[in-house]
């Protein structure tokens, strides 16, 4: 048998903590984007960082205010892209880990935290290394080319993923040592692999 | 509904618009046709995008107001005017000139000045499906009145 | 009851309990999950050959070359291939059933893959060739006929050191997910 009890000034207490508690778990559960965020591998230029379907390493960057190239399928006639900013070509190489597999997806993380995808500009160019299939431990080098305003190179990193669609996967991000920009040239020439 | 001027830039959260003029014309602003018995409509138009990745959600920007532009028609093409090609994507803080335009009957009667709505999406951090940011329910913001020039109408006969 | 002998007894209880509910909560899943994982393979002895999809096949003859061969009928050529590559050469044999196995070779893929679970497809550095078939299905008019023997040849380009250790694997779309591997060595 109970007795009646006295109010307990501290069970309501305890309610309101509790309370207090559960919408503060509700508020901090992150968003549908951030539980399904690539799982980051990052990496220096230079060397090989690896993900879950391909590794892949920076070995150059340039910037150029103009991207120049032979039409595809036309010889000798000749292409050029100007931009309202600057053009980044990363020259990178990448191989496969297991499977044959494709960079799906390919972008700049610039240091105000914006993301610039690779440029769909590039109609009749060269194939990049985007859009070559990647063999098991077989090296493939090509280039990978971004547009993007000159004050957003500081501090640029490249961010590569297998699919852009399928998150839950590596996402391989690459620092691109841009602490100080080089001047863009005047042209650089995309060349068949 | 809050009047622009054409040239009058409007912030609709994901862009930044001015919209700049309209051409009514046989071809399409990369000089190809328009498709057989209809004239092309193209709004010329600045856009930047203001979010934190590149971008082409402009499909339901604008909203003519023409029957013969269904509500919810996207544009026959999206270009950008820079290399007259079809229009990828757009990059944060890079504004470009693009056209967005509709092939439409000939004998349309277009209104002068021509109304245009600028639409305006809101972000949610979390949307009802998934849960996940994105950009969401496009309302009409403001309207642009534009005077449509048609540059290949045939010149006034002697 | 001794509240101590029931405590020490739902304890043990637990050990019962616990695998019971997870595989009552989630058992069908692993079963359909394992099921779907298993990839139904049918391999082959080296040098034999099989039956898949209503034609016979065998490998007849894989090349290794450390340098780009000479391709008759090619103009460019790669000057090398990239370090610590191989290239090999791989010529299948098939012949085919009947008219609905030809059609099944429309769309097939061969791969080679290692004992390490490594899959490679046929790469496209060689030049379109002409003196062979490059297909399952044929190429350049050279295509597979009832019961006659019909070969094809694809290049691949390997790491050294799987070069020597591979097998060809065949996959017709229209016996998904089964596979025929073809051991080499």
Redesign the interface.
């Known amino acids: 048998m109970s007795t009646p009890r006295r109010f307990r000034w501290s069970a309501l207490l305890a309610s309101a903590a509790t309370l207090a508690l559960l919408l503060a778990m509700r508020e901090s559960m992150p968003n549908y984007n951030a539980r399904m965020a690539p799982i980051v591998e990052r990496g220096a230029p230079g060397e090989y960082v690896h993900g879950r379907r391909f590794a892949a390493r920076v070995t150059a960057v340039e910037t150029a205010r103009m991207l120049r190239f032979a039409h595809s399928g036309t010889p000798d006639s000749v292409e050029q892209r100007d931009s309202s900013g600057v053009w980044l070509i990363v020259q990178a190489s990448a191989m496969a880990v297991q499977e044959p597999t494709l960079i799906g997806s390919a972008a700049i993380l610039t240091r105000d935290g914006r993301r610039y995808e690779q440029s769909g500009r590039l109609y009749n160019a060269p194939a990049t290394l985007a859009a070559r299939e990647l063999q098991a431990g077989v090296a493939s080098a090509g280039v990978l080319i971004f547009e993007l305003p000159v004050d957003a190179l500081a501090g640029a990193w490249l961010a590569l993923a297998a699919n852009r669609i399928d998150p839950l996967d590596s996402e391989l991000q690459i620092d691109l040592a841009l602490a100080a920009p080089p001047l863009p040239r005047e042209f650089y020439d995309l060349v068949r692999p | 509904m809050p009047q622009l001027d054409a040239g009058k830039g409007v912030d609709t959260g994901q862009w930044h618009v001015v919209v700049h003029a309209a051409t009514l014309s046989a071809r399409r602003p990369d000089g190809r046709p328009a498709a057989r018995g209809k004239a092309n409509l193209a709004i010329e138009l600045e856009l930047t995008n203001r979010t934190?990745?590149?971008s082409n959600d402009f499909a339901t920007l604008l909203r003519i107001a023409l029957p013969a532009i269904a509500a919810k028609t996207p544009p026959t093409s999206q270009l950008?005017l820079?290399?007259n090609?079809?229009l990828?994507?757009l990059?944060?803080?890079?504004?470009?000139r693009i056209a967005l335009a509709w092939d439409i009957p000939l004998a349309t009667p277009i209104p002068d000045p021509l109304p245009v709505v600028v639409m305006s999406k809101i972000h949610k951090?979390?949307?009802n499906l998934?849960?996940?940011?994105g950009w969401f329910d496009p309302k009409p913001m403001a309207e642009v009145r534009l005077h449509v020039t048609t540059p290949d109408a045939p010149a006034t006969l002697p | 009851m001794n509240a101590g002998r029931v405590y020490w007894r739902s304890l043990a209880a637990l050990i019962v309990v616990v695998p019971l509910a997870l595989w009552t909560a989630s058992g069908e899943d692993y079963l359909a999950y394992q099921r779907h994982r298993a990839v139904p393979e049918t391999v082959v002895a080296p040098g034999a050959s099989a039956e898949f999809g209503g034609s016979r096949w065998q490998i007849d003859r894989i090349e290794t070359f450390d340098a780009p061969p000479a391709t008759p009928g090619s103009v460019i050529a790669p000057a090398s291939l990239p370090a610590g590559t191989r290239l090999l050469r791989v010529r299948m044999a098939l012949r085919a059933g009947d008219i609905e196995s030809i059609q099944k070779l429309d769309r097939c893929q061969l791969e080679l893959v290692d004992r390490r679970g490594r899959r490679w497809t046929a790469a496209a550095l060689s030049p379109a060739r002409r003196d062979v078939a490059t297909r399952c299905n044929g190429s350049h008019g050279k295509t597979p006929q009832i019961a006659q023997e019909f070969r094809f040849e694809q290049d691949f380009l390997l790491p050294a050191d799987a070069a020597g250790d591979v097998d060809a694997v065949i996959r017709l779309a229209a016996e998904n997910p089964r596979l025929l591997r073809l051991q080499w060595r």
Do not use: N
């Not at chain 2, 990059?91 to 470009?96: F, G, I, V």
């Not at chain 2, 998934?130 to 940011?133: H, T, V």
């Open positions: 934190r990745s590149s950008l820079r290399d090609s079809v990828s994507s990059h944060p803080k890079m504004s470009e951090q979390r949307d998934s849960g996940g940011a």
